[in-house]
Structures are given as structure tokens and as C-alpha cells.
């Protein structure tokens, strides 16, 4: 049985971490009673509501608004074996310990064959008890509505719903997602103050071209990079 580590801080509230898991994030994060299966990396700002689990996941941008229940790149199962039950595929299966006991273990099973990790990209809102298979990426800026079940690619600022789920619109015009993109504000300091009124997006979008016009890349008001281990010291960051 895997052991279990109780996280308690600032950034993740009563969650519950599988035994050698390493997960990386920028400051701040906050995931509250989040279960996380599999090594990855969360970008700042971005949040997990109760009883979300990362099963695994390559990675999450920063500003994500993942809702409670959601579940991302829970384990698939071979539909071309004598059986989908996992003693039939995995070498770790939840009954090894009554195989080994009696003399049932065989050395021809191996893991499933698992899919790519899921990827979420920046500023990207999940319903409530939603499921994001493996192998998905959601592009920046998407929506994903609740109890909606995500097997496929979403585009950068599509809404997609559904089970499964599908395109519904896009949240901007073609000509504002694409200079969304090319601004990628998520990568910018933000000094909230002077990016009202919010809902104006064609105004933002000027204010953030200025940033660009009056400097050189490698001068932008870029975020604080710095990445933090799960067990790094929060006590001198609260």
C-alpha cells in the first residue's frame, strides 16, 4: 500500500500526495483536498477545488480555474486483452498481495499502455466534475463546462461541453485570440490596476502591446520563474 503524505500550507490545503511524487509550482498556488497520483508542474496563480485529482499530468499554465471534482488523465485500461480487468495488464495490481501469497504471481503481465500526459495551458477554466482523458491538451484560454467528459483537443479559447464533449464557440474573434496569443499576457507581470475595465478586452489588448512596443523581450515585466518543490520550506513564504 502506497503511503501518503498530509501537505498542510498556504499552498496545498489538506491534499493528499502519493509517496514520491514530486510536484513542481510557481508562488503562489492554492489546491484544496486535491489527490495527486503522478509527478507534475503548476503554474502560478492557478487553483484545484475539492476532490480534484491529478491521476497524471505533464502539466498546468498559470491563472487555471480548475472547480471541484474535476478529475485529469485518470488510468486507461487495454479493451484488446483477454480481459480490462488490471490483473490481466498491470504489475502492480491492488491484488498482488493475495497472488504473492499464493504463489499466483506470473512475470508476463507488464503496464498498461498509457497515453500521453495530459497538458492545460494558461487561463483555462474547468467545470465542476469534469474529466480530462490522456493524451488531451487544452489550449490557452479554454473553457471547459461542467460534468463534461474531454476526450479530444481543445483550441486555444474554444468552450467546449458535453459527454463527450464538444465545441460550443469560441469565447473571441478569430483576430483577438490570435493577438492574445502572440501577446501571452499570462507570461507578463500583472499590475491589475491597469488592465480595467476587464471585460474590455480590445482595450486590454492595446495596453498590453505597449509592453511590447517600449521594450525588448528580454525586458519585459516578466513573472518570478522560480519553481518550488513540494517539500520546500513554506514556512518563510507565508
Known amino acids: 500500500m502506497k503511503e501518503k503524505k498530509q501537505i498542510k500550507n498556504n499552498f496545498f490545503k489538506d491534499c493528499d500526495v502519493s509517496k514520491n511524487i514530486k510536484v513542481e509550482f510557481e508562488n503562489p498556488i492554492y489546491l484544496e483536498e486535491?489527490?495527486?497520483m503522478h509527478h507534475t508542474k503548476i503554474g502560478q496563480f492557478s487553483y484545484m477545488g475539492k476532490g480534484a485529482l491529478i491521476g497524471t499530468m505533464k502539466e498546468m499554465g498559470r491563472y487555471c480555474s480548475i472547480a471541484p471534482g474535476v478529475k485529469i488523465g485518470l488510468g486507461n485500461h487495454?479493451?484488446?486483452y483477454l480481459s480490462t480487468h488490471p490483473l490481466?495488464?498491470?504489475?502492480?495490481?491492488?491484488?498482488?498481495?493475495y497472488l504473492k501469497k499464493n504463489l499466483m504471481i506470473g512475470t508476463h503481465r507488464t503496464h498498461a499502455v498509457i497515453a500521453n500526459e495530459p497538458i492545460i495551458g494558461h487561463d483555462v477554466w474547468i467545470g465542476s466534475d469534469s474529466i480530462i482523458s490522456r493524451g488531451v491538451e487544452i489550449g490557452h484560454g479554454a473553457i471547459i463546462g461542467a460534468n463534461s467528459f474531454v476526450n479530444q483537443n481543445v483550441p486555444p479559447y474554444a468552450i467546449?461541453?458535453?459527454?463527450?464533449?464538444?465545441l460550443i464557440k469560441y469565447r473571441?474573434?478569430?483576430e483577438i485570440i490570435m493577438q492574445l496569443l502572440e501577446l501571452q499576457w499570462w507570461n507578463l507581470e500583472i499590475d491589475l490596476k491597469n488592465y480595467k475595465p476587464y471585460h474590455d478586452v480590445e482595450k486590454i489588448i492595446e495596453i498590453l502591446k505597449t509592453y511590447h512596443d517600449r521594450a525588448n523581450p528580454e525586458k519585459l515585466f516578466l513573472l518570478n520563474r522560480k519553481i518550488y518543490p513540494i517539500d520546500y520550506k513554506f514556512n518563510n513564504h507565508r
Open 172 to 174: 473571441f474573434s478569430e
Open 160 to 166: 467546449f461541453a458535453g459527454n463527450p464533449a464538444k
Open 34 to 36: 486535491v489527490k495527486i
Open 78 to 80: 487495454p479493451i484488446d
Open 88 to 97: 490481466f495488464f498491470n504489475s502492480a495490481s491492488m491484488f498482488d498481495f
